[in-house]
């Protein structure tokens, strides 16, 4: 298990207990029954709605363009000073994402347009997010 796993459980149990305790102080057996799920999914629901914040606020990168590198197969090469990010995938493309845009790195050091974040947050092709 890892610390967030850990963390996530043990709060799921506090809430859970606390929840519970504080709806049957209120109800009896009932306040019990409804507040220890209650509780527990109150935490799932928080941890679950933080994640696909950070998810859209940091996004992984997108498939690289030979369609064969996932978000887990690049390395970061460089953080720059204006919250720009070099990756590599495994194929040995080099992009540069400059949230809202994943750009491609030409060999001359150039950038060519590759993607671009719609306004839910997914990776688009560059030219069909300005039709959308």
């Not at 049957?24 to 935490?43: Q, R």
């Not at 197969?73 to 809202?100: A, R, S």
């Amino acid at each position: 298990m890892t610390i967030i796993e850990v963390l996530t459980l043990f709060l799921i149990i506090f809430s859970s207990y606390y929840f519970g305790e504080f709806l049957g102080s209120y109800f009896g057996l009932w306040g019990w029954i409804v507040g220890i799920p209650a509780g527990g999914a109150l935490v799932i629901l928080v941890r679950y709605l933080l994640y696909f914040l950070l998810l859209k606020l940091f996004p992984h990168p997108p498939l690289c363009k030979n369609k064969k590198c996932t978000g887990d197969d690049y390395e970061i090469i460089e953080y720059q000073d204006n919250d720009n990010i070099i990756w590599k995938c495994k194929c040995g493309i080099q992009y540069l994402q400059c949230i809202p845009y994943f750009k491609e790195i030409l060999p001359d050091g150039s950038t060519r347009p590759y993607l671009k974040k719609n306004r839910i947050g997914r990776w688009k092709s560059d030219s069909i997010i300005d039709e959308i």
